[in-house]
C-alpha cells in the first residue's frame, strides 16, 4: 500500500542535541511538507519542498533544518537553536502544491525534552 | 490576510445525535477546502473535500459539508454520530498553501 512513513514514533532529545525525523513517501508525490502541532492548536508549517533539491521555509522554520535529495524522501533536523523543541511532528505529502489534491499525512513523531 | 476558524474548540454530543461543526475562512476568492481527522496519536485523515461544484459534498466515514459562498463557511455534518467518531476535527483551507483552522475535539457520550 502506498502511503507516508515516519520515524520514529517517539524520540527524546537532550539539550543541546540535533535529531533528525525521518518521512519517506511511496506515493510518488512531487510535493512534501512537515508540520508542528502543539497541544490544543493546529498545525504549522515548518518547511516544505515542492520538487527534489528545493525547499521552503514555512511559518515557524528557525531552529529547523531539511534536505530533500529524493524525492521520496525529506528529513527534519530539530537543531540546538530550538528552544522549545517538545512537539508532535507531521510530515506530508502531495500530488503538487497547490493543487487541487489534498495532502496525505504520516503518523507523526512526538519528541520530547530529556 | 488567509485564516481559517473553528468556534468551538470541544464539542460534546451523545451517541446517535446528529452533529455540525462550524468553520469559517477568510480569503478573496473560493479556496479549496478540506475536513481532516485526527485521532489521539495519529495523523490526519481526509474526511472530505471540495474544490468546485456541487456545495454539499460528501465523505468518508458518513460525514458530509456544505459550503456556503455568502457565509465563508464549510460546516462539517453527521446525522448520527458514533462513539468511535470521537476524535479532533481540522478544517483546512489551500490557496497558495494549506492553512488548518485550530481544530475541534469531539467527545462523545455513550
Redesign the interface.
Known amino acids: 500500500d502506498g502511503g ?1 512513513t ?1 520515524s520514529p514514533k517517539y524520540l527524546f532529545r537532550k539539550e543541546g542535541q540535533n535529531v533528525t525525523l525521518s518521512c519517506e513517501q511511496n506515493l510518488n508525490h512531487d510535493a512534501m ?1 512537515w508540520y508542528r502541532q502543539d497541544p ?4 504549522r ?1 515548518i518547511y ?1 519542498s515542492q520538487i527534489v533539491n528545493d525547499f521552503q521555509k ?1 511559518d515557524i522554520a528557525e531552529g529547523y533544518s531539511v534536505s530533500r535529495e529524493k524525492k521520496e524522501s525529506f528529513p527534519l533536523t530539530v537543531t540546538s537553536a530550538q528552544k522549545n523543541p517538545t512537539a ?1 511532528y ?1 510530515c ?1 505529502s502531495s500530488a503538487g ?2 493543487s ?1 489534491q ?7 513523531t ?1 519528541l520530547s525534552i530529556l | 490576510a488567509q485564516s481559517v476558524t473553528q468556534p468551538d474548540i470541544h464539542i460534546t454530543v451523545s451517541e446517535g445525535a446528529s452533529l455540525e461543526l462550524r468553520c469559517n475562512y477568510s480569503y478573496g476568492a473560493t479556496p479549496y477546502l478540506f475536513w481532516y481527522v485526527q485521532s489521539p496519536g495519529q495523523g490526519l485523515q481526509l474526511l472530505l473535500k471540495y474544490f468546485s461544484g456541487d456545495t454539499l459534498v460528501q465523505g468518508i466515514k458518513g460525514f458530509e459539508a456544505e459550503f456556503k459562498r455568502s457565509q465563508s463557511s464549510f460546516n462539517l455534518r453527521k446525522p448520527s454520530v458514533h462513539w468511535s467518531d470521537a476524535a479532533e476535527y481540522f478544517c483546512a483551507m489551500e490557496s497558495h498553501m494549506l492553512t488548518f483552522g485550530g481544530g475541534t475535539r469531539l467527545m462523545v457520550k455513550p
Open positions: 507516508i515516519q511538507y490544543g492548536q493546529g498545525l508549517l516544505y514555512g508532535f507531521l506530508a502544491q497547490g487541487n489534498p495532502q496525505h499525512f504520516g503518523d507523526g512526538r
